[in-house]
């Protein structure tokens, strides 16, 4: 939630629940031509969560591939995991059914999961894709996911949010704190990543490439995309007819704490919230 929401200034008296805290890592992938976005692979740092059982969920069906350690990283085990068991046949398909020949190139920035020779421990049947690394400290310039593509999600995610929150305390009469604290959990939140993952984003996926690759958009011309409302305006009228008072500046914070890595007094503190929670979950 947006600092300035009051359910942020509550959150240390709401007793035995801080969804604030509660993180995942979300690894976002798609192609230049903005036509193809690879199912994402999603780090927890529960593997069953308690909601799961209640909402009978399957993880095979889910629309992330859902793996879990404490602290919720990506590891090079999971990333090659992905690799294998979604990248790798999601591309085959792609260029199957648009009759292009078997290559592709994976585009990595520099991250711990990222090591080298990652080509090596793909399957025989994709050995077609090669694997390129970014220079080190070129993400922010170079790395297209990083230019809007992931803080628009983050924004289309948040929109969803706001959505949800609307829906619930406007039929119910609850209060946004009563709606956080017992109508929102890692369900509701997976629901709302595929949505913003489904959304209009070929826009945003396709200007993204140019600084990495110009030729690939310098014949393209957007002409037949309708006009959208900027995703800020729509979350603050969701705010407003909540009743909170917010600006398109709070959203944009919103979007640029979270890409904020935790310091290590948070990790101990979320480390030691989880636990907790797991404890909970196996005694349930």
Known sequence: MPNRTYITAEEKIMPGHKPMKDRLTLALCANANGDCKIKPLLVYHSENPRAFKSHKILKEKLQVMWRANPKAWVTRQFFVQWVNLVFGPSVKKYLQENNLPMQALLVLHNAPAHQPNLED??????????????????????QPMDQQVISNFKKLYTKHLFRRCFEVTENTNLTLTECWKDHFNIVVCLRMIDQAWLSKLQ???????????????????????EPEVPVEEEIVSLEKSMGLEMDERDVNEL??????????????????????????????
């Open 121 to 142: 421990d793909s399957l025989e049947e994709f050995k077609f894709i090669k694997v390129l690394y970014l220079p080190p400290n070129t993400t922010p310039i170079l």
């Open 203 to 225: 826009r945003t996926l396709t200007s993204a490439w140019k600084k990495l690759w110009p030729e690939s958009v310098a014949e393209r011309t957007f002409e037949g995309f």
């Open 255 to 284: 979007v640029e704490e979270h890409s904020q890595e935790l310091t290590t007094e948070e990790l101990q503190e979320l480390q030691s919230q989880q636990h907790s929670g797991v404890l909970q979950e196996n005694w349930f």
